[in-house]
Each structure stands twice: as C-alpha cells, then as structure tokens.
C-alpha cells in the first residue's frame, strides 16, 4: 500500500513536463516586471533545462539525475491528501517510466536574486486539463535547484451554474 502512494505521488511530480513550444504568458499576466525582479534569459534557459532534466530522469529511471534537481531538504506538498514528502522517501519509487511525456504550457519563470518561481500547466495530453505546478527554486554553487512543489489538478465544470 505504502509503494502505491508514493507511486501515485511520484505520478503527480512525474505530470510536470518539458516545453515543446516557447511557453504563452496567460492573459491576465501583467507585463510589467517586479522591481528586484533580475531575470535573464540565461536563467529562464537553466531552470527551462531542470525541469527538462527532472522529466528525462523519470522516462530513464535514473535516481542520482533526478536528486540533483532537488535540493536536500526538497519538500513536495501533494494536494490529493495534504502530505508533505521530501526527497528521500520519494527517491526509492524513481523507475524508468518510457511513456512520460507530458505536454506543458502557460509556463511562468520569476527570478528574484537568487530564488526563482516557476509555474505552469501540465498535460497528458491537448484532451487533459492537467495540473498547475508551482516550482520554487534556489540558485546554489550546482546550479538552480527546487526547495518546493505543489501541484493541483484542474477541474474542468461541465456545467455553467449560471445558466
């Protein structure tokens, strides 16, 4: 029982995906940048790569590339059941899964010093309505490395109440 859970949990971590197509701001995305905001397209391109590098680890199963995109005390807050699980209880269910191939866009990169927020919409497939992940990054002598991760799934209603 205990395998299922972090199973489905790796599953809900494994649904954030690599951009196929430069990402589209959402609409009511203000277009003005943050003051202290020091955003580069050098570090949009690094922590673009990490997630990258997050969705190849898990299409090979390849533990120590997936670890290295997290920092030690990683945290990832799992909407379906509110846990929190860090890095090294979810490690041991990193299996080589050849199907992971997620579509993502409406992909939104902050940098703030050295902190990034980076948020956006993955997808099974264009028919999904997927989940939003929220990424927060700190930038460390390897590179950038994500502290956090949340990740809720969207819900589509069929029905329009005011109608």
């Not at 203000?30 to 905001?37: L, R, Y």
């Not at 990683?74 to 860090?86: A, E």
Request: hydrophobic content about 35%.
């Amino acid at each position: 029982m205990r395998r299922l859970v972090f199973l489905s949990l790796l599953c809900a971590l494994a649904s954030c995906a690599t951009p196929a197509t430069p990402a589209s701001q959402p609409k009511n995305q203000p277009t003005s940048q943050p003051v202290n905001q020091r955003s580069t397209t050098s570090d949009r391109d690094a922590l673009v790569a990490k997630i990258e590098q997050f969705n190849r680890s898990i299409r090979e199963g390849d533990k120590r590339d997936y670890a290295d995109v997290f920092v030690d005390d990683f945290v990832f807050t799992w909407s379906r059941n509110g846990q929190i699980y860090d890095r090294e209880a979810i490690l041991p269910n990193v299996l080589p899964t050849p199907a992971h191939d997620p579509l993502v866009d409406e992909l939104i990169v902050r940098t703030y010093r050295d902190s990034a927020i980076v948020n956006f919409r993955s997808r099974k497939n264009p028919e999904d309505s997927g989940v939003r992940v929220t990424f927060a990054y700190t930038r460390t002598d390897g590179g950038w490395k994500v502290m956090s991760s949340h990740s809720t799934k969207i819900v589509v209603e069929d029905d329009d109440p005011a109608e």
